[in-house]
């Protein structure tokens, strides 16, 4: 297995810093890029392990960090604050599409990969960005969600009342206790961008297969919101699969110590569907 560390300057000239897997004998291959969530990066818990998993079975896989996603050089923690204060949708978008463009110029990966065969990933957040990104770029042939969001709009009134006042509001990492300070900037895209941001609108125009995996006891984003997508999902070639005891991670957490049997169930239908729809 070969691993590589890249970067990329987006048209911000913020660095994407990614990482390709692949095992030697690839050439031509799909390629499936994998999106973190919020509060997330390339390196938490399964999504090294996801990549491996998915380049064992024929595929060059790609992991990235959201330029704006507040993880340093170090790649594991978060020391760009200012980056994730301002971070937005709309620059997650523009992210990702400065990986698809890189991958299908052959500015990166050139020989590697088919650029005929796109597929994404994305986790939670991540996975409202891969629908919002899909109803776009005719690249892109085939798509799974885990814990995808259905709506951009998850604030309350409490929330945005403190944000339009402050100017910021604010999280704690539970697993660092960091409080990660989100700054007006996210809230203003969400307001200027409503149509653009629509994941229940994108998902209409979507007509590739759709894989919608969601746990069904998700403390972090509503089982309801997973049927929400599909729902509204316009590809013919859709599933929505919901994991028995499924929690927002799958059973995982950082650093991962073992593998957990939903995850590993989440993993294999994955790949099925990938190998069914992209190989």
């Known amino acids: 297995m070969i691993r590589k560390n890249i970067s990329l300057n987006n048209p911000t000239s913020e660095i994407i810093r ?28 399964f999504f090294p392990i996801l990549a491996e998993s998915l380049a064992s079975a024929g595929y060059v896989t790609l992991t990235f960090n959201f330029s704006r996603n507040g993880i340093g050089s170090d790649l594991n923690n978060f020391s760009e604050l200012d980056l994730f204060e301002k971070n937005t949708y709309s620059h997650e978008l523009l992210d990702l599409k400065c990986i698809v463009d890189a991958l299908a110029s052959g500015k990166i990966a050139k020989g590697l990969v088919d650029p005929e065969r796109i597929g994404l990933l994305g986790h939670s957040r991540g996975g409202g ?3 919002l990104y899909a109803r776009s770029d ?4 085939c798509l799974v969600t885990w814990s995808a969001i259905a709506t ?15 100017g910021y509001i604010e999280f704690e990492n539970k697993r660092t206790h960091q409080i990660l300070r989100v700054g007006k900037d ?11 941001l629509d994941i229940s609108a994108a998902a209409k125009e979507i007509d590739i297969p759709a894989l919608i995996i969601h746990g069904q006891i998700d403390e972090s984003v509503p089982l309801e919101e997973a049927y929400m997508i599909f729902n509204h999902l316009g590809s013919s070639s859709k599933e929505l699969i919901t994991i028995e005891n499924g929690t927002h991670t799958f059973g995982a957490s950082h650093p991962m110590e073992s593998m957990p049997e939903q995850l590993q169930t989440v993993f294999d239908l994955s790949e099925n569907w990938f190998d069914r729809f992209l190989k």
């Open 18 to 45: 990614a990482e390709i897997y692949y095992e030697f004998s690839v050439k031509d291959a799909p390629v499936i890029i994998i999106c973190h969530g919020f509060k997330g990066f390339k390196n938490w818990a």
């Open 129 to 131: 960005i891969t629908l």
């Open 138 to 141: 005719k690249r892109i042939k």
């Open 152 to 166: 951009v709009e998850r604030y309350t009134e409490d929330q945005i009342k403190n944000w339009d006042q402050y």
């Open 186 to 196: 996210l809230l203003d895209d969400i307001r200027k961008n409503k149509d653009s």
